[in-house]
């Protein structure tokens, strides 16, 4: 049995006797420090994971690990908060038993693997191809399997998204990975047609989210508001159709001028975000459009709840955390039928759903939702209970659990 640090029972061990599974999370960034999906994705799996037999450690490279309540970060500060010393010889235990160890990325690979091999984990878990050399050192000193999630194709990301990107140290990763979570089915297609060597070893788990009385209070408002907000959360690159919905902004407010929209997200505060991508066009409708610039979870989720649609134009989206978010506070949807958006969601039922690249369509989707409130309500109330019938936490972990039950080894 592999060594561990820890002389009492570790955390997740149940009455039948069998063994925790010991798993170390790879990631770049964690929560609430986070610049988009995979942070999200991440922070929420390690949070389920902690609750069951799983005993879970967290390797964050770089990124700022915070314990406790912080209060606000970008440009440069820090605020309240706890931060967990870099390269800990230890690690540190935050108050639901996640063991975390923090280095710097100058050096992640030498001190990283020191404290992964001090730990002894049973499993690797890969979040990101940036960290691949970090766990090419980690798997030789310990011999641990490895499971490498794919949250975002890099190769999908360069043919179909337009984004500049290497993909050969992900597609390294995949080759050394004992199994590869796809997130969604669309993406399994997408790995296994671009390396069909790892096609027996992917599986399909997708990402979850966490419920909370504030969201649940957000659904079926009985007395919607007559001008109503569109909501946009996310990165501002091309393929998640930014172009796309500011041209459909003219269009909506000749028809509602006092609709507003509210574009969350960004590498900076919204001032800047706005002089990048507000266009000349738009002047004439700059007082019903507000750039927010990146936001805490916290403040993101303040918008979810003032929100009446959500609106998700991407081109290319491997699963989208932001589809669960809206569901889960009863927003109105309207997203491209592509990837995870079209696997989470129906038309019409629980959302409205466009072709990518399709302005006038999502034009058409969004005006349906703005100008009917009996509308916006049916699909954000069935949205709302289907997002809690199928994709909350602990029904993704324990799938994971399965996974790493299939490669763990014998002990």
């Known amino acids: 049995m592999l060594a561990s640090h820890r002389s009492d029972p570790p955390r997740g061990s149940d009455s039948s006797g069998s063994e925790p599974v010991r798993v170390l999370h790879l990631t ?3 929560p609430p420090v986070i610049w988009g999906g995979l942070g999200t994705a991440v922070g929420g799996l390690v949070a389920a994971l ?3 037999r799983v005993e879970v450690g967290v390797l964050l490279v770089g990124g700022t690990l ?3 309540g912080p209060r606000r970060y970008g440009r440069g500060t820090v605020g309240r908060g706890l931060l967990a010393p870099a390269g800990s010889a230890r ?3 935050r108050s639901d ?4 160890f923090h280095v710097a990325p100058d050096n992640a690979v030498d001190r990283g693997a020191d404290l992964a091999e001090e730990w002894q984990p049973h499993i690797l878990h890969l979040h990101s191809a940036w960290l691949w050399p970090v766990a090419q050192v980690i798997q030789a000193r310990t011999g641990a399997p490895m499971v490498f999630t794919v949250h975002s194709l890099d190769r999908a990301e360069y043919e179909i998204g337009e984004l500049p990107t290497d993909w050969i140290a992900q597609e390294e990763a995949m080759a050394g990975a004992s199994r590869i979570i796809a997130v969604s089915s ?4 997408l790995i296994c047609r671009y390396c069909p060597a790892v096609a027996g070893r992917v599986r399909v788990v997708g990402n979850g989210i966490a419920d909370s009385r504030q969201a649940r209070q957000a659904v079926g408002n009985p007395c919607p508001e007559p001008d109503p907000l569109v909501l946009y959360s996310g990165r501002f690159v091309a393929r998640k159709g930014i172009e796309g919905l500011l041209a459909t902004i003219p269009k909506i407010l000749d028809r509602t001028p006092k609709v507003q929209f509210v574009l969350v997200g960004g590498y900076g505060g919204g001032p800047e975000i706005e002089q990048e991508w507000l266009k000349e066009s738009l002047t004439p409708y700059k007082e ?3 750039f927010t610039g990146w936001l805490l979870p916290d403040e993101v989720n303040a918008w979810y709840r003032r929100a009446d649609v959500l609106v998700v134009p991407s081109w290319y989206e491997p699963f989208g955390m932001v589809i669960l978010e809206g569901m889960l506070h009863g927003l109105a949807i309207a997203a491209s039928a592509v990837g995870g958006p079209a696997e989470i969601l129906e ?3 629980t959302a409205l759903l466009f072709p990518p690249r399709d302005v006038e369509a999502l034009s058409r989707c969004l005006l349906r939702l703005v100008l009917d409130p009996d509308l916006r309500i049916r699909l954000g109330e069935a949205a709302a209970a289907e997002v809690r019938r199928r994709w909350l936490w602990p029904q993704q972990a324990a799938r994971m659990e399965g996974v790493y039950r299939e490669v763990l080894p014998s002990r």
């Open 97 to 100: 038993g996640v063991l975390f």
């Open 66 to 68: 915070v314990l406790g």
């Open 288 to 290: 019903q459009i507000r």
């Open 91 to 93: 690690g540190v235990v």
């Open 50 to 52: 902690a609750r069951t």
């Open 28 to 30: 770049p960034e964690f």
């Open 347 to 349: 038309h019409d039922l």
């Open 186 to 189: 669309s993406e399994s297609a």
